[in-house]
């Protein structure tokens, strides 16, 4: 749980300063993006980073997520939000077995014969952009309800799902550039 929560404020850190970037025109020590070029880079970049950070997220959630499930019975509304991020992280599935794959290929082809790694970094996270906006928006409820169904350690009692929050929800990252030709 620790290493999602902790990938998912990385993220979003990188989300905000690129959101500010985008909506003011200025890099984030005030100069001004002199092109759109710079913005479309900037991104590719952050695609490329939201796949790396987002992998503990796709390794560890789903296991949270299933805790999550038999905690949240008695709650239909957090049950329907642990529904939205198991469905979340199904959406990326493909993105993980083509990350899974080329782990494979790389013990078993010549380097040179795969796609390069910055560009496939960059197509899977954006393929997990998505589902990285349902994480990102819902960040403090799959706190809540992930600590809540946290099993208890030696000598403590189970914990219990608080309220359901009421904090306003994240817009989802911006969509990837669009390349005129």
């Known amino acids: 749980m620790d290493a999602v929560i902790t990938a998912l404020d990385a993220i979003r850190a990188e989300y905000d ?4 970037m985008r909506d003011s025109g200025r890099f984030s020590d005030g100069m001004p993006l002199r092109s759109p070029t710079v913005l479309r880079e900037a991104m590719k970049a952050f695609a490329e980073r939201v796949w790396l ?7 560890h959630a789903p296991g949270v997520v299933a805790n999550c499930t038999t905690t949240v019975a008695h709650h ?3 049950a329907e939000f642990v529904r939205r991020l ?3 992280l199904a959406s990326c599935a493909p993105a993980m077995k083509a990350w899974q794959d080329r782990l494979r290929d790389l013990r078993l082809l010549l380097h ?8 496939m970094r960059t197509r899977l996270g954006r393929q997990v952009l998505p589902a990285l906006g349902v994480r990102l928006s819902e960040r403090t409820a799959f706190a809540r309800i992930a600590r809540s169904a946290a099993p208890a350690g030696p000598g403590q009692p189970p914990a219990t799902a608080p309220p359901t929050s009421t904090l306003p929800a994240v817009p989802p990252p911006p969509p990837p550039p669009t390349t005129h030709r």
């Open 76 to 78: 239909p509304a957090d």
């Open 53 to 59: 950070e987002f992998l503990p997220v796709l390794t």
């Open 86 to 88: 198991g469905d979340a």
């Open 112 to 119: 040179k014969a795969l796609e390069p790694p910055g560009p």
């Open 17 to 20: 300063t690129l959101r500010t």
